[in-house]
């Protein structure tokens, strides 16, 4: 993935998606690092927008969702780690 910059809402924000990924206990280091290194790449199933699967360096399995907003720039919308059972689905 050919991602140069990140588009963060102010932490402050309480429905900005710095709030929202730390609400299911991710930091923006780790969704970043799943962007960066993703082990897949595609479409959610729900939203049907861009998606990034990976590990985080402490080893959670998760998906971030997130739509472009220039070349080269993204947004994250959400991102969470994948249950198990749906990892199994993935494969």
């Known amino acids: 993935m050919d991602v140069w910059s990140f588009f963060w809402d102010d932490e402050r924000d309480p429905e900005g998606n710095v709030e929202l990924i730390a609400e299911h206990?991710?930091?923006?280091?780790?969704?970043e690092h799943v962007l960066k290194c993703p082990t897949e790449e595609g479409r959610s199933r729900s939203s049907e927008?861009?998606?990034?699967?990976?590990?985080?360096?402490?080893?959670?399995?998760?998906?971030?969702?997130?739509?472009?907003?220039?070349?080269?720039?993204?947004?994250?919308?959400?991102?969470?780690?994948?249950?198990?059972?749906?990892r199994r689905k993935k494969r």
């Open 25 to 31: 206990d991710l930091t923006i280091s780790d969704v």
């Open 49 to 86: 927008l861009p998606a990034a699967w990976g590990h985080t360096p402490d080893g959670r399995f998760i998906i971030v969702v997130y739509e472009e907003v220039a070349e080269n720039t993204i947004r994250v919308l959400t991102a969470y780690e994948v249950p198990e059972r749906k």
